[in-house]
């Protein structure tokens, strides 16, 4: 650009090039970007990887920028006098005047020709006052906090922070281990003041319990008077809590956070799939949070699907299969047990064996479920509705985490349709054999407990004790969410992933592996089918959606494979918001 | 780096048939021989020797006083003037631990204990003795100055069980420890 001529420079200057994207020049530290018009100062610097220390703000909150810890240097090309031709440099760039004072990052926006410094002596020492006056009351509870590891505080502490304290007064007295709600504690002392849950429990959840009493460094966060923190939401406060003023009930004292692996993997309590990490020490699940997913969850889930991971470690797994030998169940091989397996199926004729399967299986154990169907060469195979009522945010009326994937891999609009004439053919003798996987026909599919006396086979994969194994003359010990790989694709329409996070307990095995092995034991010769990948492989050729890809091609965030037309309501809000210029992210 | 050519030593003709040598090295050990059997040797009296040379008649005969103050022998936990048990089960020693020796699992204190407001405490805390290495990092790693490495050295067992010392093990051998900051009183 430097060689223009002074007659097309007007036409050729940064910012006339910018204006006609709609986007703006902004130098950070130096390096001039192009910004869409409207970006927060701080989302900015996010983009071009300096991330500019934060508290409160929350790209999917509004943003009060009350904690002061965003502030930089910015900088406007200084107004030119009446008249008189703004200066540029070289490349078209007016030069900039810095401001003696420094500006919040997360509540400005960025316009044409600003400058923004994120580091220099003046932001550095504003970032060390800001730390100085937020540790000034803050207790040294980093000891028995569950926060420590993944506080915020800790971090800027150590990276922006001073070392030492010149503070010899007491510090500032206020309420600790507060049950503000079933699974919430407070701390008042360690809360910095933030007001991210507050925000959150006011913009997302809908539920404005919370709210600061009293002025000052006597500031208190409390709860409204007669009310809980009781939202099905309240722990996503817990996770946006930049320290360990709002920690788990569930969570507490229970493993620190840098023993833990994280596993991105998905929910599979409702229709949504929300995207989870799964924070594990050796074999134990120690907790769950939601994972970033702009198209599925944003960055919240409810925290009856976030602590529904208890029993995954519980009494009532299944740890070896189990077969019945005189109204007794005994443990047996799996190789026996397999062979008992195709032994009695096979002593039946086709036409009398069903199949009942889960709407909570994944696509790749759904397409084995069908080749076991074709093995056996019954028409009879069904799923298990599972609805109840939804909420107005994450929670999906379809309590079947792979309903739309099981309509893909099945081939069906109803993949619930037989369920009832299978009911009817055990209660009138027609059916003698039933395959169950992974659901208890008892409590979820209307059979009564004495309908299944009529079969002459039971067979049942499953995780828990339940009804159903009772009367099942074998249970097959599988895997739970959490121990297995595979894909599921949620209301809308996005194929997403399930990573193993930890291994499944004594003989469990993969449910996918079970179904192969079954396939196997029935048809009396090998398939190539050795690993999940393979599975896919096989499904992507069948299902024209799932073309083209693998599992690996998924990726954290799932593909889009379809569309359905559902819209998840939480994510219908935050756009809204967004539109709106409430929030950013 | 530089190369620094060394020239070995000219031997002159009494080195080169390393006869003295050995006659040289037999007299120093008769010496040292015959001073013993008169129990004159050096640091026979101050190592409490048996009258035998400076060989001490272990077990019955024990250096312990001559342990230095910087001496590391098992870890242990230690409560303060209080009868406080000083480990809030921050789990730091256990991660630091570079055998991975320790294993804890942390607890909440109960509303009624007098030391409430601490919140947390080990329910349970096991070092396995046959995998710590006596490194001394949990003791330096711990921010409530609750472990220690205590002078003990005998740890034996018949059983690897026995070797793992659990919590009340810990607190048998650390015992009370005073002169510690006490952060978690009323005033300080």
Redesign the interface.
């Given at each position: 650009m430097s060689d223009t001529s002074s007659a097309t420079a007007e036409l050729t200057l940064p910012k006339d090039l910018a204006a006609a994207n709609g986007m703006v020049n902004v130098q950070i530290d130096g390096v001039w970007h192009q910004f869409p018009k409207g970006t927060r100062m701080i989302e900015a610097c996010r983009k071009v990887g300096t991330i500019v220390p934060h508290y409160c703000y929350h790209p999917k909150l509004s943003s009060p920028g009350n904690c002061r810890m965003c502030l930089v240097q910015m900088g406007m090309p200084p107004r030119s006098a009446p008249g008189q031709q703004p200066q540029r440099d070289e490349n078209g760039y007016e030069p900039i005047g810095w401001m003696p004072r420094p500006v919040i990052a997360c509540a400005n926006t960025v316009s044409e020709n600003m400058g923004i410094r994120t580091s220099g002596e003046l932001v550095e020492k504003c970032r060390e006052g800001v730390m100085e006056f937020l540790l000034i009351n803050h207790p040294l509870d980093c000891p028995i906090c569950d926060q420590a590891g993944e506080c915020r505080l800790q971090e800027h502490s150590v990276e922006h922070g001073r070392g030492a304290s010149r503070f010899v007064d007491m510090k500032v007295k206020k309420p600790k281990n507060v049950e503000i709600g079933p699974r919430i504690r407070l701390d008042d002392e360690r809360c910095i003041m933030c007001s991210r849950c507050i925000r959150f429990m006011d913009e997302v959840a809908g539920d404005p319990v919370l709210g600061f009493t009293q002025r000052g460094t006597h500031t208190t966060l409390t709860v409204h008077p007669g009310r809980l923190l009781d939202s099905n939401y309240s722990l996503n406060t817990a996770d946006i809590c930049p320290v360990g003023a709002l920690t788990s009930n569930d969570f507490r004292f229970q493993m620190r956070v840098w023993f833990l692996k994280e596993t991105p993997t998905i929910d599979v309590n409702c229709g949504t799939g929300t995207n989870i990490t799964v924070w594990a020490r050796g074999n134990t699940i120690h907790r769950i949070t939601p994972r970033q997913n702009d198209e599925v969850n944003s960055t919240w889930m409810p925290d009856s699907h976030r602590l529904n991971f208890h029993y995954i470690d519980g009494e009532a797994r299944f740890t070896e299969p189990l077969s019945k030998v005189d109204a007794q169940h005994q443990a047996v091989s799996w190789t026996d047990a397999l062979k008992t397996a195709a032994a009695k199926l096979k002593a039946v004729s086709p036409g009398q064996i069903a199949i009942i399967a889960s709407g909570r299986m994944t696509n790749e154990e759904l397409y084995l479920t069908k080749s076991l169907a074709a093995q056996i060469g019954s028409p009879h195979l069904s799923l298990v509705p599972r609805f109840a009522e939804p909420d107005a945010l994450l929670i999906a009326a379809d309590r079947n985490p792979n309903t739309t994937g099981a309509k893909l891999v099945l081939e069906t609009e109803d993949p619930f349709a037989k369920l009832d004439s299978i009911r009817e053919g055990v209660r009138s003798g027609q059916i003698k054999a039933l395959i169950v996987l992974g659901e208890d026909l008892v409590t979820d599919a209307g059979f009564h407990f004495s309908d299944l006396a009529n079969l002459d086979f039971l067979v049942q994969t499953q995780i828990l004790a339940n009804p159903t194994a009772l009367a099942a003359d074998l249970v097959l010990p599988a895997a739970a969410f959490a121990e297995k790989r595979g894909s599921m694709v949620n209301l809308s329409g996005r194929l997403q992933r399930l990573n193993r996070a930890v291994e499944m307990p004594g003989q469990a095995r993969d449910d996918w592996e079970i179904l192969r092995e079954l396939i196997i034991a029935l048809s009396g010769e090998n398939n190539d089918i050795h690993l999940i990948e393979d599975v896919f492989k096989a499904m992507a050729e069948a299902v024209p959606p799932f073309s083209g890809l693998t599992l690996s091609k998924i990726g954290h965030q799932g593909t889009q494979v379809l569309e359905t037309g559902y819209r998840i309501p939480l994510l219908a809000n935050e756009r809204a918001a967004k539109a709106a210029g409430r929030i950013n992210g | 780096m530089a190369v620094i050519k060394l020239q070995r030593p000219k031997l002159n003709f009494g080195e080169k048939i390393y006869f003295g040598a050995l006659i040289k090295g037999f007299i120093l050990t008769m010496t040292h021989a015959v001073k013993s059997l008169l129990g004159k040797s050096a640091s026979a009296d101050s190592m409490a020797s048996s009258g035998l040379g400076v060989t001490m008649q272990f077990p019955e005969q024990r250096w312990d006083e001559h342990l230095p103050e910087y001496y590391r022998g098992a870890p242990a936990l230690v409560t303060d003037e209080q009868g406080r048990e000083r480990c809030?089960?921050?789990?730091?020693c256990?991660?630091i631990c570079p055998p991975k020796a320790i294993k804890i699992i942390?607890?909440?204190i109960p509303s009624d204990d007098p030391w409430a407001?601490?919140?947390?405490r080990p329910k349970e805390f096991d070092i396995d003795m046959i995998r710590c290495i006596y490194c001394g990092m949990c003791e330096e790693v711990c921010?409530?100055q609750a472990i220690f490495l205590r002078k003990d050295y005998l740890i034996t067992g018949l059983k690897r069980a026995d070797m793992v010392h659990d919590k009340k093990r810990l607190y048998e051998i650390g015992g009370v420890r005073t002169g510690l900051v006490n952060?978690w009183n009323e005033l300080k």
């Open positions: - | 809030v089960s921050c789990q730091l256990e991660f942390p607890s909440e407001k601490v919140e947390k921010p409530e952060k």
